[in-house]
């Protein structure tokens, strides 16, 4: 290795190349992102319709929807696994690759807090099973981390977040099944780690390589602990609106913030499917500001949240849309260029 970042496919969608073997081989574990970004949408939507006192219909739908689109892949990454296990062993080994293993788990939690208020029984099933793969995956790329024989600074990237950050996800559904001693262990180690990496991701930043272009969109996921942590927190410790929540949310809005004058550098990239990195994040923070409108009230919050939940839509659309076309013109499941 040279110390710089390998060229990985977290999400490959540029330009069109000759596909060597099964296109099933090369789905990428990164494609749960999409199930990531659809739950963030249904839960935005769920606290859009409570704040201005309509039905959730909607919400329902797009929870249906989204379990959906996560059986369909979790079908077709389990074919992945039974035809081409040592693909999908590289991948859970991959310095780069192996942060978005967790999608899968993390998918299963938030579906689970998506089907609570209409079907408990399926929600509980989807937790047990999410928080326990959730908790191996954790285990097994942390002490990855520590063994340390594969990986490099070059390496870090934001999205080293989702495994041992992406804990915080637990409590959302936890705390409502009646796991709460659960939650909280989920909650800890995901605060701790964010801590951890989010001054390893920001030296790496600063002061080693650019990330390169199909990874650019994973910086917003920066926004998604803090603005996680806050929905979690708040459901941990009853909803009371204390010092901790404020300083979570807030630095989950200064990191939005951050996200948006940084949005004409992302609007020059081709689309990669990495560019589903936008979309749980942005749910996220839109939820935390439903919240807060319901906790502080006045008109800012509640504008805020309209308007984000507007632009979340839009922008879940968009991804559709461009996800839909790089399917049609054979631009998705390419052979990794590192």
């Given at each position: ?8 496919t977290?999400a490959?969608?540029g330009g069109a190349?000759?596909?060597e073997g099964s296109?099933l081989?090369?789905?990428p574990?990164s ?11 249904t ?5 859009g319709?409570a ?15 989204t379990l959906?689109v996560f ?6 990454y389990l ?9 999908v062993?590289n991948?859970?080994n991959?310095p780069?690759?192996s ?7 993390i998918?299963?939690?938030l579906?689970?807090q ?7 029984g399926l929600?509980?099933w989807?937790w047990g ?11 097994h790329?942390?002490r990855?981390?520590v063994?340390?024989?594969h ?11 989702i495994p041992?950050?992406?804990n915080?996800?637990a409590?959302l559904?936890g ?5 709460s001693?659960?939650s ?6 995901g605060v701790?780690?964010w ?12 002061f080693h ?10 910086l917003?996921?920066l926004i998604a602990?803090?603005a ?6 708040m459901?941990l ?5 204390d010092?901790?929540?404020r300083v979570?949310?807030y630095?989950?809005l200064f990191?939005?913030l951050?996200m948006v004058?940084?949005l004409p550098r992302?609007f ?5 499917l990495?560019w589903w990195?936008?979309?749980?994040p ?10 807060m ?5 006045g008109a ?5 949240a309209?308007?984000?939940?507007a632009a979340?839509?839009?922008?879940i659309?968009w991804?559709?849309l461009?996800?839909?076309?790089a ?8 052979p990794?260029?590192g």
């Amino acid at each position: 290795m040279n110390g710089k970042a390998e060229a990985p496919t977290p999400a490959s969608g540029g330009g069109a190349q000759p596909i060597e073997g099964s296109r099933l081989k090369f789905f990428p574990v990164s494609f749960f992102a999409m199930t990531m970004g659809l739950s963030g949408l249904t839960l935005a939507w769920r606290k859009g319709a409570a704040l201005l006192g309509t039905t959730g219909l909607a919400a329902h739908a797009l929870g249906f929807f989204t379990l959906a689109v996560f059986a369909v892949m979790l079908g077709i990454y389990l074919a992945k696994a039974f035809r081409y296990p040592q693909a999908v062993a590289n991948e859970l080994n991959h310095p780069v690759m192996s942060a978005f293993a967790p999608t899968i788990s993390i998918s299963l939690l938030l579906l689970a807090q998506c089907m609570l208020p209409i079907l408990p029984g399926l929600a509980a099933w989807l937790w047990g099973i999410g928080a326990a793969l959730h908790l191996v995956l954790t285990l097994h790329i942390v002490r990855n981390w520590v063994d340390k024989e594969h990986f490099e600074l070059g390496h870090i990237n934001p999205a080293w977040f989702i495994p041992a950050v992406g804990n915080v996800v637990a409590p959302l559904a936890g705390v409502g099944l009646g796991h709460s001693e659960l939650s909280w262990f989920f909650f800890a180690v995901g605060v701790s780690f964010w801590v951890i990496l989010l001054v390893i991701v920001f030296y790496r930043i600063l002061f080693h390589d650019p990330l390169p272009p199909m990874l650019l969109p994973t910086l917003f996921i920066l926004i998604a602990p803090p603005a996680v942590g806050f929905l979690a927190y708040m459901n941990l410790q009853g909803g009371a609106l204390d010092a901790f929540a404020r300083v979570l949310y807030y630095l989950a809005l200064f990191f939005t913030l951050l996200m948006v004058i940084e949005l004409p550098r992302f609007f020059k990239l081709p689309f990669f499917l990495s560019w589903w990195a936008y979309s749980f994040p942005s749910a996220a923070v839109t939820v935390a500001t439903f919240v807060m409108a319901e906790k502080v009230g006045g008109a800012f919050f509640h504008w805020l949240a309209l308007i984000m939940l507007a632009a979340l839509s839009v922008l879940i659309a968009w991804l559709v849309l461009n996800t839909g076309r790089a399917i049609a013109a054979g631009r998705i499941c390419q052979p990794p260029k590192g």
